[in-house]
């Protein structure tokens, strides 16, 4: 995802101290991890000006003195992080633009953060009633603001993507304004197996237009009875390259980008940073601790999902479900208990590392699959993903599924105060100044 990324509790404040009072002009600072990699820069601190940081304040300007610029400054510089200067236009309708003013402005402010913060890339951003613009300080070329939670919000200026006839349907529940978010989003899939290839084939056909699928698999035999797109032609074909042949059959127009590489390799989890929705379909613990924590160190939303069932003495004594979003604000696989440590530590060693360990017994036992079960869970991530990024209002984000009793109950899970992945003591919003639990390359 690129562009201004703010936590959900923090452009919430951020917007309500704007405008208490709409007389006059008022301005912010915001503190920023820039992720230069990915274009990105995720907000971790929003800071009030006080009245005496004011050189001039009015209802069409507002002019920051010399003193506080200072304490902007010394507080990026020592942190290491980007400046947004934030200002309010009251009277704006609509989104509103950049002034000659602002422009004038700007040129004096990049010059002086560019020489007190010289290793930041610094922006500028207009907050209206009605939406907001960013850019690059001093710069004309706009980019994206979102907010981040439980609910991915896009508060400037969308594209015009035109909404083609096929999605007319949909636009009748959820609008056009919906189909266009989804459609603008770069979408990225964890794991192309039986969850998987039900998520992409339900997103193609939503309209989805840009996808990076990850999964270092081929397909076996075993592999058929569930994966979505998969006929006997596809046995040893990458899973990636059947996932893409099966978009492009639904949508030729689509860009898909086929990595049949391990999410937990350095490289590949960096690849993460820049998208802006990601779907974890996979039940490898260590893929799930890295993008679990990419979800909230990049404010990178993520839907979870897993699949269970239990045979005992030949019968079936559980069918279960479980779909989960992870985004700033809601509790992460740790804060839910759902990744095992030892799990992660076995599978993030290379082969050799692992046969040399005394504490990895046996291989991996094949769980139980269904198409049914795995269809009912990805159907429910995917009307998550809806209710997260279009007006649908399905506002379940934990739910579960008991096949069963042939119920889907929503839930609530608490977050771990001080939490190591989504809490703002551990690396919520932390950008690149927090390492990942990634596979690194050896140097030889």
Same mark, same amino acid.
């Given at each position: 995802?690129?562009?201004?990324?703010?936590?959900?509790?923090?452009?919430?404040?951020?917007?309500?101290?704007?405008?208490?009072?709409?007389?006059?002009?008022?301005?912010?600072?915001?503190?920023?991890?820039?992720?230069?990699?990915?274009?990105?820069?995720?907000?971790?601190?929003?800071?009030?000006?006080?009245?005496?940081?004011?050189?001039?304040?009015?209802?069409?300007?507002?002019?920051?003195?010399?003193?506080?610029?200072?304490?902007?400054?010394?507080?990026?510089?020592?942190?290491?992080?980007?400046?947004?200067?934030?200002?309010?236009?009251?009277?704006?309708?609509?989104?509103?633009?950049?002034?000659?003013?602002?422009?004038?402005?700007?040129?004096?402010?990049?010059?002086?953060?560019?020489?007190?913060?010289?290793?930041?890339?610094?922006?500028?951003?207009?907050?209206?009633?009605?939406?907001?613009?960013?850019?690059?300080?001093? &710069?004309?070329? $706009?980019? #994206?603001?979102?907010? %981040?939670?439980?609910? +991915? @919000? =896009?508060?400037?200026?969308?594209?015009?993507?035109?909404?083609?006839?096929?999605?007319?349907?949909?636009?009748?529940?959820?609008?056009?304004?919906?189909?266009?978010?989804?459609?603008?989003?770069?979408?990225?899939?964890?794991?192309?197996?039986?969850?998987?290839?039900?998520?992409?084939?339900?997103?193609?056909?939503?309209?989805?237009?840009?996808?990076?699928?990850?999964?270092?698999?081929?397909?076996?035999?075993?592999?058929?009875?569930?994966?979505?797109?998969?006929?006997? &032609?596809?046995? $040893?074909? #990458?899973?990636?390259? %059947?996932?893409?042949? +099966? @978009? =492009?059959?639904?949508?030729?127009?689509?860009?898909?980008?086929?990595?049949?590489?391990?999410?937990?390799?350095?490289?590949?989890?960096?690849?993460?940073?820049?998208?802006?929705?990601?779907?974890?379909?996979?039940?490898?613990?260590?893929?799930?601790?890295?993008?679990?924590?990419?979800?909230?160190?990049?404010?990178?939303?993520?839907?979870?999902?897993?699949?269970?069932?239990?045979?005992?003495?030949?019968?079936?004594?559980?069918?279960?479900?479980?779909?989960?979003?992870?985004?700033?604000?809601?509790?992460?696989?740790?804060?839910?208990?759902?990744?095992?440590?030892?799990?992660?530590?076995?599978?993030?060693?290379?082969?050799?590392?692992?046969?040399?360990?005394?504490?990895?017994?046996?291989?991996?036992?094949?769980?139980?699959?269904?198409?049914?079960?795995?269809?009912?869970?990805?159907?429910?991530?995917?009307?998550?993903?809806?209710?997260?990024?279009?007006?649908?209002?399905?506002?379940?984000?934990?739910?579960?599924?008991?096949?069963?009793?042939?119920?889907?109950?929503?839930?609530?899970?608490?977050?771990?105060?001080?939490?190591?992945?989504?809490?703002?003591?551990?690396?919520?919003?932390?950008?690149?100044?927090?390492?990942?639990?990634?596979?690194?390359?050896?140097?030889?």
């Amino acid at each position: 995802m690129s562009g201004l990324r703010f936590p959900s509790d923090l452009a919430e404040e951020l917007r309500s101290y704007l405008f208490e009072d709409m007389t006059v002009e008022t301005c912010a600072v915001a503190y920023a991890n820039g992720v230069n990699d990915a274009g990105a820069w995720v907000v971790t601190s929003v800071a009030k000006v006080p009245e005496w940081a004011y050189e001039r304040r009015t209802a069409v300007s507002a002019v920051l003195t010399g003193r506080y610029l200072v304490e902007i400054a010394n507080t990026a510089r020592l942190g290491g992080m980007s400046v947004v200067i934030v200002h309010t236009h009251p009277w704006t309708k609509g989104y509103p633009d950049f002034s000659i003013v602002d422009d004038e402005g700007e040129t004096e402010l990049l010059e002086y953060f560019g020489r007190r913060v010289p290793n930041s890339q610094h922006l500028a951003m207009v907050v209206g009633p009605e939406g907001c613009r960013a850019r690059m300080l001093g &710069a004309k070329t $706009e980019i #994206p603001v979102w907010q %981040v939670g439980d609910c +991915l @919000l =896009l508060l400037s200026p969308s594209g015009d993507t035109h909404a083609e006839q096929r999605y007319d349907r949909q636009i009748r529940a959820f609008g056009a304004l919906g189909q266009r978010i989804i459609a603008g989003l770069r979408i990225g899939v964890v794991g192309a197996g039986g969850t998987g290839s039900l998520v992409i084939q339900q997103l193609a056909h939503l309209g989805a237009k840009n996808f990076t699928i990850i999964d270092p698999d081929v397909v076996e035999r075993t592999n058929l009875n569930r994966l979505v797109g998969a006929t006997f &032609a596809d046995l $040893e074909m #990458p899973k990636v390259f %059947v996932a893409r042949n +099966l @978009l =492009l059959r639904i949508d030729p127009d689509a860009e898909v980008e086929a990595l049949q590489r391990d999410v937990v390799d350095e490289d590949v989890a960096a690849m993460l940073k820049s998208l802006d929705f990601v779907f974890l379909c996979t039940d490898s613990h260590a893929s799930r601790a890295v993008v679990n924590q990419i979800a909230y160190q990049y404010l990178v939303p993520t839907i979870d999902m897993g699949v269970s069932i239990t045979v005992k003495a030949g019968q079936i004594s559980h069918l279960t479900g479980r779909t989960q979003m992870l985004s700033a604000g809601l509790p992460c696989l740790v804060c839910t208990q759902s990744l095992d440590g030892e799990q992660i530590r076995q599978e993030l060693m290379t082969p050799e590392q692992r046969a040399a360990d005394p504490y990895v017994i046996g291989a991996h036992e094949p769980q139980p699959a269904v198409i049914s079960l795995n269809s009912t869970v990805a159907s429910l991530a995917v009307t998550m993903f809806l209710g997260a990024v279009t007006p649908a209002p399905a506002g379940a984000r934990l739910q579960l599924y008991d096949g069963i009793r042939g119920t889907v109950r929503p839930t609530v899970a608490r977050q771990v105060l001080n939490c190591l992945a989504c809490s703002p003591s551990g690396a919520l919003a932390k950008g690149n100044r927090r390492t990942l639990p990634v596979r690194r390359k050896r140097n030889l």
